[in-house]
């Protein structure tokens, strides 16, 4: 999307495609979320318990021997 000057503010143009999938109309009020550009979207607390309950109730067993190495996860 791009960023406009539109008086003493900037603005910015959501594509007609996208605001007709969101359902959008002039006069909307909405909510920007900043990420990474990864297409992350902010996640409901509710939503967070929902998905950690589930991740509970799997028990997922991890490999045998298997390390979690912080270094590693954290490489870039």
Same mark, same amino acid.
């Given at each position: 999307? @791009? $960023?406009?000057? +539109?008086?003493? %503010? #900037?603005? $910015? !143009?959501?594509?007609? =495609?996208? %605001?007709?999938?969101?359902? #959008?109309?002039?006069? =909307?009020?909405?909510?920007?979320?900043?990420?990474?550009? &990864? &297409? !992350? @979207?902010? $996640?409901?607390? *509710? /939503? @967070?318990?929902?998905? #950690?309950?589930y991740i509970r109730s799997q028990r997922w067993k #991890?490999? *045998?021997? +298997?390390?979690? &190495?912080? =270094? *590693?996860? &954290? /490489? @870039?």
């Amino acid at each position: 999307m @791009r $960023v406009t000057k +539109w008086n003493d %503010a #900037l603005a $910015v !143009q959501i594509p007609d =495609d996208v %605001a007709k999938s969101l359902d #959008l109309k002039e006069g =909307d009020e909405v909510e920007i979320a900043v990420t990474s550009g &990864n &297409n !992350q @979207r902010p $996640v409901s607390s *509710e /939503e @967070r318990e929902k998905i #950690l309950a589930y991740i509970r109730s799997q028990r997922w067993k #991890l490999p *045998e021997g +298997w390390k979690f &190495n912080r =270094d *590693e996860a &954290n /490489e @870039r």
